[in-house]
């Protein structure tokens, strides 16, 4: 097991391991709302992948290049 000691996402304060901490990974209840605010505020965004990527999933009759019955 790790002793390394871990830091609050949102304050940066020391965080008490899970067993203790119901608001682990957060150092407490308050920064665990605060982190998720940010989420539902579109704060924090997981990046998406490029259009040109997403065009290659097209089905082949729905291509726009190709000239499906579409």
Known sequence: MS???REC????K???P????P???FCS???RMVDLGRWLGEEYRVPDRQADEQEDELPADQHPERGGDA
Request: aromatic fraction near 10%; glycine fraction near 0%; proline fraction near 10%.
């Open 14 to 16: 020391p965080v008490a």
């Open 18 to 21: 899970r067993a203790e901490n």
């Open 23 to 25: 608001a682990y990974p």
């Open 9 to 12: 996402f949102v304050c940066r």
């Open 29 to 31: 209840k308050r920064c």
């Open 3 to 5: 002793t390394t000691a």
